[in-house]
Protein backbone atom coordinates (compact mmCIF):
# COMPACT_ATOMS: atom_id res chain seq x y z
CA UNK A 1 0.00 0.00 0.00
CA UNK A 2 1.58 2.72 -1.14
CA UNK A 3 0.83 6.23 0.35
CA UNK A 4 2.04 9.59 -1.36
CA UNK A 5 2.67 13.11 1.08
CA UNK A 6 0.10 15.70 0.60
CA UNK A 7 0.62 18.91 2.15
CA UNK A 8 -1.85 18.06 5.23
CA UNK A 9 0.05 14.48 5.31
CA UNK A 10 3.78 15.20 6.28
CA UNK A 11 6.10 12.50 5.01
CA UNK A 12 7.17 11.68 8.77
CA UNK A 13 3.17 10.82 9.81
CA UNK A 14 3.31 8.20 6.77
CA UNK A 15 6.74 6.68 7.61
CA UNK A 16 5.23 6.49 10.89
CA UNK A 17 2.07 5.14 9.81
CA UNK A 18 3.56 2.18 7.76
CA UNK A 19 6.41 1.45 10.16
CA UNK A 20 3.89 0.74 12.84
CA UNK A 21 1.70 -1.18 10.81
CA UNK A 22 4.09 -3.01 9.43
CA UNK A 23 5.34 -4.23 13.02
CA UNK A 24 1.47 -5.30 13.86
CA UNK A 25 -0.11 -6.04 10.83
CA UNK A 26 0.14 -10.06 11.35
CA UNK A 27 -1.57 -9.47 15.12
CA UNK A 28 -4.27 -7.29 13.63
CA UNK A 29 -4.69 -9.83 10.54
CA UNK A 30 -4.85 -12.69 12.74
CA UNK A 31 -7.46 -11.23 14.78
CA UNK A 32 -9.65 -10.48 12.15
CA UNK A 33 -9.14 -13.31 10.66
CA UNK A 34 -10.31 -15.44 14.11
CA UNK A 35 -13.45 -13.44 14.55
CA UNK A 36 -14.63 -14.00 11.02
CA UNK A 37 -15.44 -16.92 9.36
CA UNK A 38 -15.16 -15.90 5.43
CA UNK A 39 -11.41 -15.88 4.78
CA UNK A 40 -12.74 -13.59 1.36
CA UNK A 41 -14.75 -11.66 3.93
CA UNK A 42 -11.60 -11.26 6.81
CA UNK A 43 -9.57 -9.90 3.76
CA UNK A 44 -11.54 -7.07 2.87
CA UNK A 45 -12.79 -6.33 6.20
CA UNK A 46 -8.48 -6.03 7.19
CA UNK A 47 -8.38 -4.01 3.83
CA UNK A 48 -10.79 -1.63 5.27
CA UNK A 49 -9.51 -1.57 8.49
CA UNK A 50 -6.13 -0.84 7.14
CA UNK A 51 -7.89 2.49 5.35
CA UNK A 52 -9.79 3.81 8.40
CA UNK A 53 -6.22 3.30 10.34
CA UNK A 54 -4.80 5.25 7.81
CA UNK A 55 -7.75 7.89 7.98
CA UNK A 56 -8.07 8.45 11.86
CA UNK A 57 -4.09 7.92 12.38
CA UNK A 58 -4.41 11.78 13.24
CA UNK A 59 -5.90 10.63 16.23
CA UNK A 60 -3.27 7.94 17.71
CA UNK A 61 -1.46 9.02 20.20
CA UNK A 62 2.37 8.21 19.57
CA UNK A 63 4.26 5.82 22.32
CA UNK A 64 0.59 4.12 23.32
CA UNK A 65 -0.05 0.71 21.76
CA UNK A 66 -0.69 0.56 18.14
CA UNK A 67 -1.59 -3.39 18.04
CA UNK A 68 -4.80 -2.61 20.74
CA UNK A 69 -5.81 0.62 18.85
CA UNK A 70 -5.99 -1.24 15.41
CA UNK A 71 -8.32 -3.91 17.56
CA UNK A 72 -10.76 -1.07 18.15
CA UNK A 73 -10.81 -0.36 15.03
CA UNK A 74 -11.05 -3.60 13.94
CA UNK A 75 -13.88 -4.61 15.68
CA UNK A 76 -15.82 -1.86 14.29
CA UNK A 77 -15.15 -2.66 11.08
CA UNK A 78 -16.20 -6.38 11.74
CA UNK A 79 -19.51 -5.16 13.30
CA UNK A 80 -20.13 -2.66 10.34
CA UNK A 81 -19.38 -5.60 8.18
CA UNK A 82 -21.93 -8.13 9.94
CA UNK A 83 -24.46 -4.88 10.15
CA UNK A 84 -24.34 -4.88 6.95
CA UNK A 85 -24.62 -8.15 6.46
CA UNK A 86 -27.25 -8.68 8.58
CA UNK A 87 -30.02 -9.25 5.86
CA UNK A 88 -27.94 -12.70 4.42
CA UNK A 89 -29.31 -15.73 5.71
CA UNK A 90 -26.22 -17.04 6.75
CA UNK A 91 -25.10 -14.21 9.41
CA UNK A 92 -25.99 -16.15 12.54
CA UNK A 93 -23.51 -14.64 14.93
CA UNK A 94 -24.58 -11.40 16.61
CA UNK A 95 -22.84 -8.44 17.70
CA UNK A 96 -22.64 -9.35 21.63
CA UNK A 97 -20.89 -12.94 20.45
CA UNK A 98 -18.44 -11.06 18.63
CA UNK A 99 -17.41 -8.90 21.26
CA UNK A 100 -16.93 -11.32 23.55
CA UNK A 101 -14.76 -13.35 21.34
CA UNK A 102 -12.77 -10.04 20.51
CA UNK A 103 -12.65 -8.89 24.49
CA UNK A 104 -11.09 -12.90 24.96
CA UNK A 105 -8.81 -12.57 21.98
CA UNK A 106 -7.64 -9.30 23.88
CA UNK A 107 -6.99 -10.83 26.94
CA UNK A 108 -4.98 -14.13 25.68
CA UNK A 109 -3.10 -11.94 23.35
CA UNK A 110 -1.90 -9.57 26.03
CA UNK A 111 -1.11 -11.73 28.10
CA UNK A 112 0.84 -14.23 25.14
CA UNK A 113 2.71 -10.56 24.61
CA UNK A 114 3.52 -10.36 28.54
CA UNK A 115 5.19 -14.36 28.55
CA UNK A 116 6.67 -13.47 25.76
CA UNK A 117 8.50 -10.46 26.57
CA UNK A 118 9.42 -12.66 30.03
CA UNK A 119 10.46 -15.39 27.89
CA UNK A 120 13.04 -12.84 25.97
CA UNK A 121 14.46 -11.46 28.96
CA UNK A 122 15.25 -15.09 30.38
CA UNK A 123 16.41 -16.32 27.76
CA UNK A 124 18.91 -12.94 27.94
CA UNK A 125 20.13 -14.48 31.49
CA UNK A 126 21.47 -18.06 30.20
CA UNK A 127 24.81 -18.52 29.43
CA UNK A 128 25.67 -17.87 25.77
CA UNK A 129 26.01 -21.95 25.16
CA UNK A 130 23.00 -22.66 26.33
CA UNK A 131 21.42 -19.65 24.31
CA UNK A 132 22.85 -21.19 21.50
CA UNK A 133 21.42 -25.13 22.08
CA UNK A 134 17.98 -23.39 22.49
CA UNK A 135 18.42 -21.32 19.04
CA UNK A 136 19.62 -24.24 17.44
CA UNK A 137 16.43 -26.37 18.69
CA UNK A 138 14.09 -23.90 18.50
CA UNK A 139 14.67 -21.01 16.33
CA UNK A 140 17.01 -23.56 13.27
CA UNK A 141 14.93 -26.72 14.56
CA UNK A 142 17.64 -28.80 14.12
CA UNK A 143 17.33 -32.47 15.34
CA UNK A 144 19.16 -33.86 18.72
CA UNK A 145 21.77 -35.43 16.88
CA UNK A 146 22.90 -32.25 15.01
CA UNK A 147 23.05 -30.52 18.12
CA UNK A 148 25.36 -33.17 19.69
CA UNK A 149 27.65 -32.77 16.66
CA UNK A 150 27.75 -28.84 16.95
CA UNK A 151 27.96 -28.89 20.52
CA UNK A 152 30.51 -31.44 21.26
CA UNK A 153 27.82 -33.44 23.51
CA UNK A 154 26.63 -36.56 23.37
CA UNK A 155 22.47 -37.04 22.59
CA UNK A 156 21.93 -38.08 25.77
CA UNK A 157 23.67 -35.25 27.27
CA UNK A 158 21.95 -32.91 25.15
CA UNK A 159 18.51 -34.27 25.64
CA UNK A 160 19.39 -33.70 29.75
CA UNK A 161 20.74 -30.19 28.94
CA UNK A 162 17.47 -29.24 27.31
CA UNK A 163 15.60 -30.62 30.24
CA UNK A 164 17.33 -28.45 32.51
CA UNK A 165 16.93 -25.27 30.24
CA UNK A 166 13.18 -25.52 30.03
CA UNK A 167 13.45 -26.13 33.94
CA UNK A 168 15.00 -23.18 34.06
CA UNK A 169 13.19 -20.85 31.70
CA UNK A 170 9.78 -22.11 33.31
CA UNK A 171 11.19 -21.11 36.66
CA UNK A 172 12.58 -18.03 35.42
CA UNK A 173 9.56 -17.07 33.41
CA UNK A 174 6.88 -17.75 36.77
CA UNK A 175 9.09 -15.91 38.52
CA UNK A 176 8.88 -12.38 36.62
CA UNK A 177 4.83 -13.09 35.57
CA UNK A 178 4.24 -13.63 39.49
CA UNK A 179 6.79 -10.81 40.47
CA UNK A 180 4.55 -7.51 41.47
CA UNK A 181 4.63 -5.20 38.77
CA UNK A 182 7.22 -2.13 38.98
CA UNK A 183 5.62 1.32 38.47
Same mark, same amino acid.
Given at each position: ???????????? *???????????????? =??? !???? @????? /??????????????????????????? =??? %?????? #???????? =?? %?????? !? /??????? !???????????????? /??? *???????PADHRAI @? @??????????????? *?? #? *????? @?? %???????????????? #????????
Amino acid at each position: MRMDPTPSTPPD *RDEAYLRLLAEHERAI =ATY !VYSL @VNSTA /DAADILQECKLSMWRMFDRFEPGTDFR =AWG %RKIAIH #QILNFRRA =AK %RRPDSP !V /DREFIEA !VAAEIDRRSDHLDRKA /DVL *RSCLRKLPADHRAI @V @VWRYYDECEIPEIAT *RS #Q *RTEEA @VY %RLLSRIRRTLNDCIRR #QLNAPATP
